[in-house]
Nanobody
Framework: QARLVESGGGMVQPGGSLRLSCEAK????????VAWYRQVPGEEREGVACISFRPETTYYADSVKGRFTISRDNVNNTVWLQMNNLKAEDTANYLC?????????????????????WGQGTQVTVAS
């Protein structure tokens, strides 16, 4: 059964780094746009970054620009989110998903468009 599996979360001090991975199992990522979202209980889900498959274009939330980098390896069916200079406000459950169109990133319709697959998420906690 096709699914997305996230890993790499954990607890880190402010200023630290983590690298999240999102692996597609049972299907290929190669022709999908892939997004990272994050959610804090009681708050709305927030788009963090998105990477389209053709042409390969990246999109970032203003809150993470210059600190986070999204990349992909279509051969190994994996998308990464490198997170540097982490802040307490980055604490959340991070989920990957496959939206129809990364170019909607930053618009209200981004989160509302159809996503073929969602992962279960990996928790990131930034605390001293």
């Amino acid at each position: 059964q096709a699914r997305l599996v996230e890993s790499g979360g954990g607890m880190v001090q402010p200023g630290g780094s983590l690298r999240l991975s999102c692996e597609a199992k049972g299907h290929t990522f190669a022709f999908y746009d892939v997004a990272w979202y994050r959610q804090v209980p009681g708050e709305e889900r927030e788009g963090v970054a998105c990477i389209s498959f053709r042409p390969e274009t990246t999109y970032y939330a203003d809150s993470v620009k210059g600190r986070f980098t999204i990349s992909r390896d279509n051969v190994n069916n994996t998308v990464w989110l490198q997170m540097n200079n982490l802040k307490a406000e980055d604490t959340a459950n991070y989920l990957c998903a496959t939206p129809q169109d990364c170019s909607l990133f930053g618009r209200p319709t981004m989160d509302k468009q159809w996503h073929d697959y969602w992962g279960q998420g990996t928790q990131v906690t930034v605390a001293s």
